[in-house]
């Protein structure tokens, strides 16, 4: 298991089209995924509940991989983050 | 396997969780379409139109049709529509979490995606106070 302490940095926080892209970077990979914040661990690999976290902008969330490629799902995920989910802001 | 979804619905409401859908997601991983029945649409002429619709989003795997309203004309009309042949599914309830969370599965069969569709549909309702 891999765990990533990681910072929401665009603007509009875990909103629908950046919690999609995360869901979306993680379908292909096979290894259980969840993302924790404010107390509540959440199914990284479902749409509605990522957005349950209703993490915003500045939200440390830490995302747990659990898998054979969980070394690769954290670095997609890693970097999806430090990309601002692809967003310009 | 790919299913295909047929969105029945009142005017104004599938086209519009489609174009939502599709924002978010970008590129859509199944087959959608919007049909929408106006308020004062007759049904013996809406059938062909709506079975042309299921005709489209057809892949040969079957089709989720989902209707908003339970009861309804749409809802009426998805349940002739599922008498004319191609293997069909009905969910009521149509919401965008319910879509958004069948585009979230797009490798399952016709037979496994109405429980996803019901659950997305029901998990995203929520007391929203905390």
Do not use: W
């Amino acid at each position: 298991m891999i765990e990533r302490e990681l910072v929401i940095s665009n603007k509009l926080g875990l909103h629908a089209r950046a919690t999609a892209r995360l869901v979306q970077v993680l379908a292909p990979y096979r290894c259980n995924a969840t993302l924790t914040a404010k107390g509540r661990e959440v199914n990284a690999k479902s749409i509605m509940g990522v957005m349950l976290l209703a993490a915003g902008h500045g939200t440390p969330v830490m995302l747990r991989v659990d898998g054979e490629d969980e070394t690769a799902a954290a670095d997609a995920v890693a970097g999806l983050f430090e990309r601002r989910f692809d967003e310009d802001s | 396997m790919a299913v295909g979804i047929l969105l029945i619905s009142h005017s104004g409401i599938g086209s519009a969780l489609v174009a939502a859908a599709s924002t978010m997601l970008r590129n859509l991983p199944l087959q959608v379409e919007a049909f929408e029945v106006p308020f004062d649409g007759d049904p013996d002429h809406l059938l062909p139109l709506a079975s042309s619709a299921l005709r489209r989003v057809d892949g040969g795997d079957g089709v989720l049709v989902l209707t908003d309203l339970y009861g309804a004309t749409p809802s009426n009309l998805a349940a002739k529509l599922a008498r004319i042949g191609t293997p069909v599914r009905r969910v009521s309830g149509l919401s965008l979490p319910m879509l958004l969370r069948v585009l979230n599965y797009p490798e399952l069969t016709i037979d496994a995606l109405p429980a996803v569709a019901a659950a997305g549909a029901r998990n995203g309702v929520l007391h929203d106070d905390a």
